[in-house]
């Protein structure tokens, strides 16, 4: 069975940064899958933040975090990070991984059948 749990949450100040993590695990052939980050904050639709395919290089990024936040792998480790810098009060939320075998890293919740429980992140001074 297939899980993807999410660790690394914690609370910052504005400018500070922060890495999440997600372990993958019940996956024999990682390059099958898709892995994307999005988060939620109070009272919002989830928001789409990053994403990428395993078994490939390119990487997609949302709007309000490019340039800020870094989506990056250890296939030795089965996990994956959500590098976020500069981090500003509006990051602020639970953010989510998702896997998806034979996915193409798309920005869209539907196309991620495997969720973890979320991390939170809180920033303020």
């Known amino acids: 069975q297939v899980q993807v749990t999410e660790s690394g949450g914690g609370s910052v100040q504005p400018g500070d940064s922060l890495t999440l993590s997600c372990v993958l695990s019940g996956i024999t052939t990682l390059s099958n899958y898709a892995v994307g980050w999005f988060r939620q904050r109070p009272g919002t639709q989830r928001e789409f933040v990053a994403a990428?395919?395993?078994?490939?290089?390119?990487?997609r990024y949302g709007d309000s975090v490019e340039g800020r936040f870094t989506i990056s792998r250890d296939t030795s480790k089965n996990t994956a990070y959500l590098q976020m810098t500069s981090l500003q009060r509006d990051d602020a939320a639970v953010y989510y991984c998702?896997?998806?075998?034979w996915g193409g890293g798309a920005p869209y919740e539907r196309e991620y059948a495997t969720w973890g429980r979320g991390a939170q992140v809180t920033v303020s001074s």
């Open positions: 990428f395919k395993w078994g490939g290089s390119a990487k």
């Open positions: 998702a896997g998806e075998r």
